[in-house]
């Protein structure tokens, strides 16, 4: 059993900045993701990251802003957010993949979900 705990959310006014970290304790885990999920609203894809690190992936809306990192050593994934946004207020969430993953940015290709951070933007 993976257990994923997120931190880092918190209150930051457009054009800030926040790290978001998530920290997987239990076996071993391959790709690692965050998603994010505003009241009402779908689930959303926003970065994944492959096993090794060498691979990343985002979502078009995230690109040039955010950036996935991952340390295998510390067994824990970041998510730097730059030039926030009110759209980007939301619960994000940090999911693990157990085996190899064909479509990264799939939420069904995940096996391990945190309990999610809060990340509100105001204007």
């Known amino acids: 059993q993976v257990q994923l705990v997120e931190s880092g959310g918190g209150l930051v006014q457009a054009g800030g900045s926040l790290r978001l970290s998530c920290a997987a304790s239990?076996?071993?885990?391959?790709?690692m993701g965050w998603f994010r999920q505003a009241p009402g609203k779908e689930r959303e894809f926003v970065a994944a990251?492959?096993?090794?690190?060498?691979?990343?992936y985002y979502a078009d809306s995230m690109k040039g802003r955010f950036t996935i990192s991952r340390d295998n050593a510390k067994n824990t994934v970041f998510l730097q957010m730059n030039s926030l946004k009110p759209e980007d207020t939301a619960v994000y969430y940090c999911?693990?993949?157990?085996?190899?993953?064909?479509?990264?940015?799939?939420?069904?290709?995940?096996?391990?979900w945190g309990q999610g951070t809060q990340v509100t933007v105001s204007s």
């Open positions: 990251i492959s096993k090794s690190g060498l691979a990343r």
């Open positions: 999911a693990a993949a157990q085996g190899a993953t064909a479509t990264v940015g799939a939420g069904n290709e995940y096996d391990y």
């Open positions: 239990g076996r071993t885990i391959n790709t």
